[in-house]
């Protein structure tokens, strides 16, 4: 070989991809496999894993094991019997599941620009079935692109000329993938399923091809040849225009042996709906006629009451419906409440049980509504617990009080419990409740009556101090005391020393606390935290000296954490509060850890 | 009996709102300082304004005996005090501000914020003057820090149930009296807060020298001197001409704690002993003049309040302010 042959193979020579890369198409495979080659892509499918557990294996067929001989080579068998051995059966070709509707139509669909009528019955020179209908028409319709078309006005931007069983939107690919590099003389006419070099490699035609068997596959999907006297087809049978074939010439002068009538005159034949609107039976009717055992079941009809039954037929223009019976609820179905309409239970408002019972709760511990009239009061409360689940008899009517009245007081009452139940989470938070006597029992009972007609509001209970005061005795009745804590700021401007925070044990009143409190400065960590922090760091030692959960609790921690729960009540004091006063840490302790940033003394 | 100074020495004038705060400079007590609702603060030298003074005509003219005018409230001004070194001052009003203003430059050196409501009384406290109470309409009392740059008060008490009409300090107590009828006591040194309940709403507090007793104004028209140990009443000073029941005035103790000095809704100023609660003087501050005898009832409408009187602590003087914008300053017969 010489620099010319050389040069002639190199040209030759093309860069292919990889088999397993192309997604359509391939160059020159198998043409018989290339439908099996376009679905070796290896999908892992939830069937294809369920098989392989099962046993089945890659490239397999299924179904019972076939004794045949080993095939060692593609052509070469061993004809010994004695090699038989059981088989899996080869495996069989898959269904195009490319979307068949992509390029099917209905029956006697003519899609657009039809150059011809034809054209239907081409036979191609097609190596299988399955392709047709992705390749569509291309390869012989393409020289007859210039005809006219006859159909349809205009052109549009997908409308080829010459390709009308293309569809636009079929899922086949348009795109000629460049499959290799360097091959730019390709004088072949475009086509859809640019198959670049399948021209051009020297393809082995075998010299005898038979017309029947050249194209034809020769074996059905499930690989046995046809049966005898078909013959696959190739493509499908284009039924949409189906030729029409004159009705054959009646001879003239003949007669038909039958008597004919014209239509529209059937005495005697009624149409269904005829005898449907000439019945006069009913559904119970009819069953008896045909002797039909009576359904056990009950239409609603015969619990409606007939006035219901008469609206109904007279808004559907239906004046078949069965009648109305008005019957009441069977056994177990009866609505207890309902069955006694004049009870005075229905009087009884609704409330919920939980409103209820908060209601009372309120009673119990603030104000009640009612405060002028302890009889109504005790009726309200009586409500409640009937409410709430307390109770379980009729609120009391008072002899005096007709039931229209006891019926609006019940309704009063149910308002008043969802008014005056305790207010809860963010609203409670934004009011108190005011400090305010309780019932004036201790008020002069001749009064009383004019008191109940004026509400008065509720008198503040007089101040003891302020009641000294008034009298002008001014001394221990009118002082009092309660502790502040001056910040450190504040004393140091002073140049007073801080107050040492004493637990105060009985001077102090209940308010104590909260005006304490309320003076508290602004400081960067609040005094009970502060404390906590410290003792905290003089139990467990410094945070960065505890071991963390894993290492194991040591001995010692273990039998403190013994010791600390023996205690298991803590008591609470509600005079003292030992957060707010517990003694403050030497301020050694605190310069130590905080450090002070003003100039100390 | 103490003589008590009785002749107008000096009048003075300018201010076109009624006076409601009048102080003595600290020793050696040569000036006055007055705050009216004219938003505007004055230094007077009672002895160049003589009693003849008549307010000038244009408001730009200096009256006689001002020295310096200080304008910066947007509001009235309610009270004044002076610190001890003569260099600062510090007022408050109705702008919910305490100032702090720097005497000879006439700027304001501080002004402190967060009050609610007006600010009804400021004064100095602390070592070397270094803090500022202030009480104010909104039922706290702050106190601001003079030497630091925070903003913040260094504490705060919301005690009171109603507004604060007057603050004082005493050593390392802070004396605070509320509408709500208390005066409530705060001794930095104990942490513990006395509450004296007085029955009616508390216009003005004075202590003694000795910081035994205070001095408490209410709006039944009394002036008790209350004992701050045991918070018994040692006196009530009352007249029949003696009307306070509607607005705040001052009342002060005097002359080595031997009177009591109290201006009135009409007009009128008493003066009692305090010992024994006799009536030394009256005075009608508009008419200048000392009222012997009864007092007739004045006109309705009038407003003609002295609002805060002023004692002198060195010499024999007082000063009162009145609603007609005017200060006298009362002393003895030259």
């Given at each position: 070989m010489d620099e010319e042959d050389k040069a002639e193979a190199a040209e030759s020579r093309q860069l292919e991809t990889v088999q397993s890369f192309e997604t359509i198409g391939r160059v020159g495979g198998n043409q018989s496999d290339a439908l099996f080659g376009l679905f070796v892509t290896e999908e892992e499918t939830m069937g294809v894993k369920i098989a392989q557990k099962m046993g089945w294996r890659r490239d397999q067929g299924v179904g019972r094991k076939v004794r045949r001989t080993a095939r060692l080579d593609d052509n070469v068998g061993a004809n010994d019997a004695s090699s038989a051995h059981m088989f899996a059966p080869k495996d069989s070709r898959m269904m195009s599941t490319i979307r068949e509707d992509a390029n099917r139509k209905g029956l006697g669909y003519q899609s657009e620009a039809r150059l011809g009528t034809g054209k239907e019955k081409e036979s191609e020179d097609r190596p299988m079935l399955a392709l047709t209908f992705l390749e569509g028409s291309s390869k012989t319709q393409a020289p007859k692109k210039a005809a006219p078309k006859k159909s349809s006005f205009g052109v549009g931007v997908l409308n080829d000329t010459g390709s009308d069983d293309e569809d636009p939107y079929e899922l086949g690919p348009k795109i000629t993938f460049n499959k290799t590099i360097g091959k730019n003389k390709k004088a072949k006419k475009p086509s859809k399923f640019a198959k670049p070099g399948a021209g051009e490699q020297h393809v082995f035609k075998p010299k005898k091809v038979s017309a029947q068997s050249a194209g034809l596959p020769r074996l059905s999907h499930d690989g046995k040849p046809p049966l005898p006297g078909f013959v696959l087809a190739t493509q499908y049978i284009d039924l949409t225009s189906k030729k029409r074939y004159p009705p054959p010439q009646i001879p003239p002068g003949w007669k038909s042996s039958k008597p004919v009538t014209p239509p529209g005159e059937h005495p005697g034949q009624q149409s269904v709906s005829d005898a449907a609107k000439a019945s006069t039976l009913d559904a119970k009717a009819r069953a008896s006629l045909l002797g039909e055992t009576m359904l056990p079941g009950k239409s609603v009809f015969d619990f409606i009451p007939k006035e219901a039954r008469d609206r109904l037929a007279s808004i559907t223009g239906k004046t078949n419906l069965p009648q109305g019976r008005g019957e009441g609820a069977p056994e177990g179905y009866q609505d207890p409440n309902s069955s006694k309409p004049k009870d005075l239970w229905t009087f009884v408002p609704v409330l919920d049980?939980?409103?209820?019972?908060?209601?009372?709760?309120?009673?119990?511990?603030?104000?009640?509504?009612?405060?002028?009239?302890?009889?109504?009061?005790t009726r309200y409360t009586g409500f409640l617990s009937l409410r709430a689940g307390l109770r379980t008899d009729l609120p009391e009517r008072p002899a005096n009080m007709p039931v229209s009245d006891w019926a609006k007081e019940l309704q009063e009452f149910a308002h008043a419990a969802e008014v005056f139940k305790p207010s809860t989470g963010l609203m409670a938070s934004r009011f108190t409740s005011s400090t305010s006597s309780s019932l004036p029992g201790n008020a002069n009972p001749t009064s009383n009556k004019n008191e109940n007609l004026l509400r008065k509001a509720a008198a503040k209970p007089e101040d003891p101090a302020e009641q000294a005061a008034k009298l002008g005795m001014y001394g221990p009745m009118t002082r009092s005391n309660f502790p502040f804590h001056p910040s450190r700021l504040l004393c140091k401007r002073f140049n007073v020393r801080p107050p040492p925070d004493v637990p105060h044990s009985a001077d102090a009143g209940p308010h104590g606390d909260g005006h304490g409190f309320a003076s508290r400065t602004e400081e960067a960590v609040s005094k009970a935290a502060m404390e906590r922090m410290m003792q905290e760091v003089l139990t467990k030692g410094a945070p960065a000296l505890q071991?963390?959960?894993w290492m194991g609790i040591p001995e010692q921690d273990k039998e403190s954490a013994k010791g600390v729960p023996e205690v298991e009540h803590a008591n609470v004091?509600?005079?003292?509060?030992?957060?707010?006063?517990?003694?403050?840490?030497?301020e050694d302790v605190f310069r130590a850890i905080f450090g002070d940033d003003d100039d100390e003394e | 009996m103490p003589f008590f100074p009785s002749t107008p020495i000096a009048k003075l004038t300018g201010h076109t709102g009624p006076v409601h705060a009048v102080a003595y400079s600290s020793s050696p007590h040569t000036y006055l300082l007055t705050g009216s609702a004219d938003r505007t603060i004055r230094l007077f030298n009672p002895s160049k304004a003589p009693p003849s003074s008549v307010a000038p005509a244009s408001s730009a003219a200096y009256a006689p005996g001002l020295v310096t005018k200080y304008s910066a409230h947007g509001y009235e001004v309610l009270s004044i005090d002076v610190n001890a070194a003569n260099d600062k001052f510090v007022s408050t009003g109705g702008d919910k501000t305490v100032f702090l203003w720097d005497v000879q430059?006439?700027?304001?050196?501080?002004?402190?914020?967060?009050?609610?409501?007006?600010?009804?009384r400021g004064v100095f406290g602390g070592e070397g003057d270094s803090v500022i109470v202030s009480g104010s309409f909104d039922g706290t009392v702050r106190v601001w820090d003079v030497r630091s740059t925070s903003y913040k008060p260094i504490m705060m008490f919301s005690d009171a149930k109603d507004s604060v009409t007057d603050v004082l300090v005493f050593d390392a107590e802070i004396v605070s009296g509320s509408v709500d009828g208390r005066v409530r006591s705060y001794d930095l040194r104990s942490g513990m807060c006395q509450v004296d309940v007085i029955g009616h709403p508390v216009t003005s507090l004075s202590v003694s020298k000795k910081g035994t007793e205070c001095l408490v104004s209410s709006l039944d028209s009394t002036v008790r001197l209350m004992d701050r140990g045991n918070g018994q009443l040692l006196k009530a000073y009352r007249d029949d001409a003696f009307v306070n029941t509607e607005l705040r005035v001052r009342s002060t103790l005097g002359f080595n704690d031997s009177v009591v000095v109290s201006g009135s809704d009409d007009g009128m100023v008493f003066a009692w002993v305090l010992l024994d609660g006799t009536v030394l003087q009256k005075f009608r501050h508009s008419e200048m003049r000392e009222v012997k005898g009864k007092v007739d009832k004045k006109e309705k409408g009038n407003k003609d309040v002295v609002s805060a009187v002023a004692v002198c602590p060195s010499?024999?003087?007082?000063?009162?302010?009145?609603?007609?914008?005017?200060?006298?300053?009362w002393g003895l017969d030259p």
């Open positions: 049980k939980s409103t209820a019972a908060a209601a009372l709760a309120k009673g119990a511990t603030g104000w009640m509504p009612y405060a002028e009239d302890p009889a109504k009061r071991r963390p959960a004091d509600v005079e003292r509060n030992d957060a707010l006063t517990k003694e403050r840490a030497p | 430059t006439a700027q304001t050196i501080r002004r402190f914020t967060g009050h609610a409501g007006r600010v009804n010499r024999k003087e007082w000063a009162s302010a009145g609603g007609d914008g005017n200060v006298i300053v």
